[in-house]
């Protein structure tokens, strides 16, 4: 059966959503979305909702970031803790809309407080690459999560050859604290075979990561594990 509709949030008529993400485990489901300030459409906020009973009630509405550039190619991971909620990590990525630049923001505590970094126009997540600044936007992040380590790879045009999309990776070992520079992970061999649309999935065993994308050479799916 499928229950209900339940209202968890209500905007005002200058309002309006962007991407609203969902991750569930047991009876822990976070939300979280782009809402609209209200302020003409070009500033947003990233805001949270969290139930730890199965969607039966849940927490008031935070916002993670307030006041940033219009996000895109958002993504949400939880990675929760076995010793309760208080302590679970929230990972969320976005890129910026206007400068191409990929964000990070976190909260290592279930979402009681939020990392953030004062910005131009407000709050912003953590820069994690501006490979877009030397060639294009940054595209299709994706996001996982294994142990203490945070992985994402996404596409955007070589700096070495304009007219090729790369893959590029980059990692966090502490939750978000700091991050390593871009690495490619693709060597296109010649001029437009592009490597697009990224999925990264890390082995919990081994920690060795698959890489599945699409590949424009052969027209197909390849994959690249590390």
Do not use: C
């Not at 490979?131 to 790879?153: C, K």
């Not at 007219?163 to 490619?184: A, C, E």
């Amino acid at each position: 059966t499928v229950s209900v509709p339940v209202n968890l949030h209500t905007v005002g008529s200058t309002h309006w959503f962007g991407d609203v993400w969902l991750n569930a485990d047991n009876d822990r489901i976070d939300i979280m979305w782009v809402e609209s300030t209200g302020g003409g459409g070009t500033l947003f906020d990233i805001k949270h909702k969290r139930s730890t009973d199965g969607g039966s009630t849940f927490s008031s509405t935070t916002s993670a970031l307030s006041g940033i550039a219009q996000p895109r190619n958002t993504m949400l991971e939880v990675h929760t803790s076995n010793s309760g909620t208080g302590s679970d990590k929230i990972h969320f990525i976005y890129t910026d809309d206007n400068s191409g630049e990929l964000y990070w923001v976190g909260s290592q505590d279930g979402s009681a407080t939020w990392i953030t970094v004062a910005g131009k126009e407000g709050t912003t997540g953590t820069l994690i690459s501006n490979n877009g600044l030397h060639a294009q936007f940054i595209d299709e992040p994706t996001l996982t999560v294994d142990g203490n380590t945070i992985y994402v790879v996404y596409y955007t045009q070589d700096d070495q050859d304009t007219f090729v999309y790369q893959l590029f990776m980059v990692k966090s070992s502490n939750h978000g604290t700091s991050w390593t520079d871009p690495v490619r992970v693709t060597n296109a061999g010649y001029v437009y075979n592009d490597r697009l649309i990224p999925y990264l999935y890390v082995n919990p065993s081994n920690s060795n990561e698959l890489i599945v994308f699409y590949n424009d050479e052969s027209n197909g799916i390849i994959e690249n594990e590390s």
